[in-house]
């Protein structure tokens, strides 16, 4: 069974890491000759939109997947008339639209922060006064880790903002009061069975993903779930997908979701009985799924722009290093590690010492 996967970045790396025990075969289609994948597949090199490449992949693969959302919606809607593909395409084109993607959680029942579609500075002028200070303009496709982004303090910054934009059709949404940002990762079969990982607690700076951890029988658990498998059963989704929550005072509102595996839930390649990426593939290859349970402790640190010395990381006990074989650069992700421990003070010192490290060699 061959799987192809559109991008040969770490997710497509780990993911044919996890696939190789089950005995799957992998290509990626990606532009980028040293793409972190390539090492463990058939490696496609061209444009994601190469009539040729994709009519090799859509032939080898016997079903194709995705790692990043920001692939072409016409791309999977191609492959999909040609072969078995997972996630289906019509939940990329809802993730890359960030209007499409609030309107569409507040269709199913799921509520957000207030929200605006701005298509010029006039709008953004008049959407201010129910939007309310401060907020954030963003670009309503593309962007990723924080880019395509600017704070809103003021009615000072609003004509600079806009003009960041470049004309491009954007959302401007009200800033939450929130106590934490916590993410629900969970897989579907095409035949409707349905896991769910534990939630996961985040911690952001700069728009990027800095430290996760499990969070073993969170109050918020089952609305998390009742949230996910909303839009899992809405979509008729297959494969897993990530949704990112903000929690205001026991209540979470949906900050948007990725169609796809997810940094949040790296922990869980040591620290669940069966991971996010194995879970994937048994998913978009109907096959059963794996249990979700939690191994003790459980979270990760990403690595940005640069890395500190592997001995010292290896070093460390109940710390795992995942390095995704790519050349550091600024705000580059090219590495986590993650913990698992049964012992919570010894994962509170090790996730603690892992943070540390990764500040000291921060690029981002």
């Known amino acids: 069974m061959k799987v192809g996967i559109l991008g040969g970045g770490q997710l497509a790396r780990m993911i044919a890491l996890?696939?190789?025990?089950?005995g799957l075969k992998f290509i990626v289609l990606?532009?980028?000759?040293?793409?972190?994948?390539?090492?463990l597949s058939e490696h496609l090199h061209g444009a994601y939109d190469d009539p040729a490449l994709l009519a090799q992949l859509a032939e080898k693969a016997d079903v194709v997947t995705y790692e990043f959302e920001n692939v072409p919606a016409h791309v999977a809607e191609f492959l999909a008339s040609h072969t078995t593909v997972y996630p289906p395409a019509n939940a990329l084109a809802v993730a890359q639209d960030r209007l499409l993607e609030k309107?569409?959680?507040n269709e199913i029942g799921i509520g957000t922060a207030p929200y605006a579609a701005i298509d010029s500075l006039r709008d953004l002028q008049q959407a201010m006064p129910d939007i309310g200070y401060p907020a954030i303009l963003k670009s309503r496709r593309m962007g990723y880790d924080g880019k395509g982004q600017v704070v809103l303090k003021s009615a000072a910054d609003l004509e600079s903002a806009w003009q960041s934009m470049q004309g491009a059709p954007s959302i401007v949404?009200?800033?939450?009061?929130?106590?934490?940002?916590?993410?629900?990762?969970?897989?579907?079969?095409?035949?409707?069975?349905?896991v769910f990982y534990p939630l996961s607690e985040n911690q952001h700076s700069g728009g990027i993903l800095r430290v996760a951890k499990a969070c073993n029988s969170d109050a918020e658990q089952a609305m998390a779930e009742d949230y996910v498998r909303r839009l899992?059963?809405?979509?008729?989704?297959?494969g897993v997908i990530a949704l990112e929550l903000f929690d205001v005072d026991g209540r979470l509102l949906a900050n948007e979701f990725a169609p796809r595996v997810h940094n949040s839930g790296h922990w869980?390649?040591?620290?669940s009985e069966t991971s996010q990426f194995e879970n994937h593939l048994r998913a978009i290859l109907d096959l059963p799924l794996g249990s979700t349970q939690t191994r003790g402790q459980a979270g990760m640190v990403n690595f940005i722009g640069g890395l500190p010395d592997t001995r010292e990381l290896l070093n460390l006990s109940h710390a795992h290093l995942h390095?995704?074989?790519?050349t550091p650069r600024k705000g580059r992700k090219v590495a986590h590690a993650t913990v698992r421990t049964d012992d919570a003070k010894e994962f509170n010192t090790a996730l603690k010492t892992l943070s540390t490290l990764a500040q000291r060699v921060d690029n981002s």
């Open 173 to 194: 949404e009200g800033f939450v009061p929130f106590q934490r940002e916590v993410s629900i990762i969970a897989a579907r079969r095409p035949s409707g069975d349905i």
């Open 103 to 105: 309107k569409f959680f």
């Open 268 to 271: 869980s390649i040591e620290g």
């Open 323 to 326: 390095l995704y074989d790519k």
């Open 18 to 22: 996890a696939g190789y025990p089950l």
């Open 30 to 39: 990606d532009p980028d000759e040293n793409a972190g994948a390539a090492g």
């Open 232 to 238: 899992l059963e809405k979509l008729d989704y297959v």
